[in-house]
């Protein structure tokens, strides 16, 4: 059996963002379970919700498409998760049917983002997409990760395993379904 494709998906534009660090920590793990991956930053592809289409949007369409799951990685701003990540979600949909979306909180806080979260699995819902129920919640953001970007608290490697072994097995199964 190939490797299944698993992205991770950065949720914010933001200058100064705590979630990059959390993006990179994820991105190492999905790595270190065998997985095939990259970083998709949202960053990469603002556009204007006017604007029908936005360079390099078929290129990241078919990279969706290919997709068997997805991490998301969104940090909470004010109860919610942030406008770019709904604007770059929104801009595909079929893509997404029928895959596991495995979503990731990030906040300064101590809720870990656990309300962007919620909303996000409503969302992955309309996009006939299935929200896993685990999480990594990363709390405490700011002192969190060293000034590399490092994670200071190895028990998130045991946070991620368990993530990644439930997206995995939902990826797994829904790829057999799919195909």
Known sequence: ME???IPV?????????RSEAAAK????????????????????????ATEETFPGQEKLGAKLKRAD???????EYNHGYPGELKL???TFYQEYARKPFGICGVSIGPNGGVRAVEQLRLVANEFHAVPI???VYFRNAADLFDSQGQIKDQGY???AKTFL??????????????D
């Open 157 to 159: 490697e045991k946070f």
């Open 3 to 5: 490797k299944l494709f």
């Open 9 to 17: 998906i950065l949720g914010t534009a933001r200058e100064g963002r």
């Open 88 to 90: 770059f979600l929104d």
């Open 25 to 48: 920590f994820m991105l190492a793990q999905v790595k270190q379970a065998g997985l095939e991956t990259e970083l998709i930053d949202v960053r990469d592809f603002l556009h204007k």
């Open 133 to 135: 129920r685990e999480a």
């Open 69 to 75: 799951g997805y991490v998301i990685v969104s940090p």
């Open 165 to 178: 072994d439930e997206l995995t097995w939902f990826a797994t199964a829904l790829k057999a379904a799919r």
